[in-house]
């Protein structure tokens, strides 16, 4: 809003004011509807509903939440959520969520969620889809579950991996560097002032949980009462925040001994930056993950700046292709922004499209449809006819040329991810890091 407003921005802040006051909000924060398809403990496993006027097809898509956060990071409101719009372009969409964590699972670790949840979400959602492999997307803490589940699994039918603001070397994050030298310091034979407080409560609480949020956009957050002022006239800034604050508000707790082994391992060790992770009695490599990765990194992203993550890009020496995006926001901005809508979104459908299977790439259901009603006719007519089996033994072959369509689309697509001349936060140098 200018600060002299004009007429039409007068009315508009008008206009929001009333409908805050009145319905107690501008944003539309209806989930969008889904089903429960698997659980188990901390496990919940939903299929989001097709839209009435989108068939889904091709190949479906897991959204991993990371611990402590609500999954509205995926769904934050209407209009601007990354399930709806995958919902809407016909993907078969997913999501595995931890719900409520209390003091009963304080002995829960990392184990749990590597060997457990992921693994166990990406088969039912590949039965689910009828066998089809899985393209997995992890945000913060739950791409780093994805990449290990990924790498200590290498049987899980996964399609292609796809990290989104996973910090690999904590070094490199500014909230952690200066608080290094003190969390060296250990008066107390392994048990200081946080081992003891965390093993006492059973893990991080929530209050902590969603201060610590709040710490990382500090000054966003002193600077809110002004922002607001200034877009009383713009509603979708508005509906924008008051989406943040439900998401903020939403946050879960650490289980005890998970909290633990990130807090020494990922803050205090740094162990994740060498490509390797110590877990129980085995040592899960990075390097061993053998599908596509693609890697985002948050313009702005505090919790996990551009080289804490970019970082990850040289450990994956296994996989076939990785990808290295740079995109506007901060740590959730760059997830489920306003400005990830024509960025994050758009670099994701076309990694998508590119590592589906064949079936997907001529996206014309009324061709598919014909091809699968013609199927039973000539197998009624091979059964009349024995003379015309061998005609059909030739159908594999047909499947088999069906499967060198990709490489087409994969030289046409990849100058569409991290060379786009017009995407102003486009990664200079990510068609470099595809091999």
Request: net charge positive.
């Amino acid at each position: 809003m200018d600060l002299i407003p004009k007429p039409d921005q007068v009315v508009s802040a008008a206009s929001n004011v009333a409908h805050k006051v009145l319905y107690g909000g501008i944003a539309d924060l209806r989930p969008m509807p889904r089903t429960l398809i698997d659980d188990g403990e901390l496990r919940e496993v939903y299929h989001y509903r097709p839209a009435a006027t989108t068939r889904q097809v091709g190949d479906p898509v897991l959204l991993v939440t990371p611990l402590a956060a609500p999954s509205t990071c995926y769904d934050l409101r209407r209009g601007c959520s990354l399930v709806q719009h995958f919902v809407t372009e016909g993907r078969p969409t997913y999501l595995v969520e931890y719900g409520e964590v209390s003091f009963r699972n304080r002995n829960l670790g990392l184990e749990h969620w590597v060997d457990e949840v992921v693994p166990t979400a990406v088969r039912e959602v590949s039965a689910h889809a009828g066998g089809r492999p899985v393209h997995v997307v992890g945000w913060s803490l739950g791409g780093i579950f994805a990449m290990l589940a990924a790498a200590d699994s290498p049987d899980l039918p996964i399609a292609s991996l796809s990290i989104v603001g996973s910090p690999v070397d904590t070094s490199l994050v500014p909230l952690v560097a200066p608080l290094r030298p003190l969390l060296q310091l250990n008066p107390t034979a392994g048990r200081g002032a946080v081992t003891r407080a965390y093993q006492a409560m059973g893990g991080a609480p929530k209050p902590l949980v969603k201060w610590a949020f709040q710490l990382s956009s500090f000054q966003k957050l002193v600077t809110k009462p002004l922002a607001l002022a200034t877009h009383l006239d713009d509603a979708d800034f508005l509906a924008q925040i008051e989406a943040v604050d439900r998401f903020t508000a939403g946050m879960i707790a650490y289980p005890g001994r998970t909290f633990g082994q990130l807090y020494h391992r990922f803050v205090k060790g740094n162990v994740l930056r060498t490509g390797t992770f110590e877990l129980d009695d085995r040592t899960i490599d990075l390097a061993r993950i053998d599908v596509p990765v693609l890697v985002f990194g948050g313009a702005t992203d505090g919790i996990a700046p551009v080289p804490a993550v970019k970082a990850l890009v040289p450990l994956l020496s296994g996989s076939p292709d990785v990808r290295f995006e740079i995109v506007p926001g901060g740590h959730l901005g760059m997830l489920t922004g306003r400005a990830a809508r024509d960025t994050t979104w758009r670099v994701l459908d076309a990694w998508l499209a590119e590592w589906s299977t064949p079936e997907e790439a001529p996206r014309k259901a009324p061709a598919r449809k014909s091809a699968s009603k013609k199927a039973p006719a000539k197998k009624t007519a091979a059964k009349r006819a024995p003379a015309k089996k061998a005609a059909a033994k030739k159908a594999p072959a047909k499947k088999a040329a069906a499967k060198k369509t990709p490489a087409k689309r994969t030289a046409a697509s990849r100058e569409s991810i991290g060379a786009n001349p017009q995407r102003r936060y486009g990664s200079e140098g990510s068609r470099s890091l595809s091999r």
